[in-house]
Each structure stands twice: as structure tokens, then as C-alpha cells.
């Protein structure tokens, strides 16, 4: 599969989730996760990323951080949750890194995901494209 197939299906991917459509847009992004190595699911996670950060820009419009005026944060509202979810902490965590403009802190947490136990790898990358379809779905709706 070559790049530019990998991100239309990237965007197909997103395009079903921001629908609502989970089995399609894990279809998708398993077609992707087959065909591809560890350096082309990294920029997968990028790629969804900055569909995020982007969606991000959308809800926040002048309010939203950039280098020079701040930048995003991670907050829970009930303490330890993530620890109990790590999919859902690898998710905010690497979208809130990308977000940032934090590459290595990006690199470190999907290696961290890509090393983990079990399922817990492609349950990561699926709860990024979640997030980030919930986030579009949202800005959307504004």
C-alpha cells in the first residue's frame, strides 16, 4: 500500500467514525494496520492527530492555544480514570502531545502502546480515531 492509499484510507477511516459507523471505520483502519509496519502506523496516529488538532482549532476558533500563547492540557475530572482505560489515556495523551507540537512525548507513547500487552495496541489506535471522530463530531455540531 503506498502513501497516498494509506491516507485516503486514513480519511475514510475518520469519515465513518465522524458518522458513527465503528464496523466501517474499523475496516478501515484495519486495512491499513495489515498492510502497514510500525513507521507507517506511527504517521497513522499523526495523521488522526492532526485531524484533531485541527477539530480542536474548529471548537476553540481564536481561543485556541498556539506556541506562542499557551498550549493544550489534559485534564481528568475524575482522578485515575485513565489508569484504569489505558487506550483511552494513550489516545488524549498522544493527541494532546501531537496537539502541542511534542513530537518525542508522540513517539514515546506509541512505542509505549505498541509494546503493551495483549489488544491494548490496536485498542489505542482505535480510541485515538474514537476521540478524535467524538471532537469533529462536536465541532461539527457548533
Do not use: W
Not at 19 to 37: F, H, K, R, Y
Not at 78 to 107: H, Q, S, W
Amino acid at each position: 500500500m503506498d502513501q497516498q492509499q494509506t491516507g485516503d484510507l486514513v480519511f475514510e477511516a475518520l469519515a465513518h467514525a465522524v458518522d458513527g459507523n465503528a464496523a466501517e471505520a474499523a475496516t478501515a483502519l484495519m486495512t491499513i494496520g495489515q498492510a502497514s509496519n510500525n513507521s507507517v502506523m506511527y504517521g497513522v496516529c499523526c495523521a488522526i492527530a492532526s485531524a484533531g488538532t485541527r477539530a480542536l482549532g474548529l471548537i476553540y476558533g481564536d481561543q485556541a492555544p498556539t506556541p506562542e500563547t499557551g498550549m493544550y492540557v489534559l485534564q481528568e475530572l475524575k482522578p485515575g480514570a485513565m489508569e484504569a482505560d489505558p487506550p483511552k489515556a494513550f489516545a488524549v495523551r498522544f493527541l494532546t502531545a501531537y496537539a502541542n507540537g511534542d513530537k518525542p512525548t508522540c513517539m514515546a507513547l506509541f512505542n509505549a502502546a505498541l509494546h503493551s500487552d495483549g489488544d491494548q495496541y490496536v485498542d489505542s489506535v482505535c480510541a485515538l480515531l474514537a476521540d478524535v471522530a467524538g471532537i469533529y463530531r462536536l465541532a461539527l455540531d457548533r
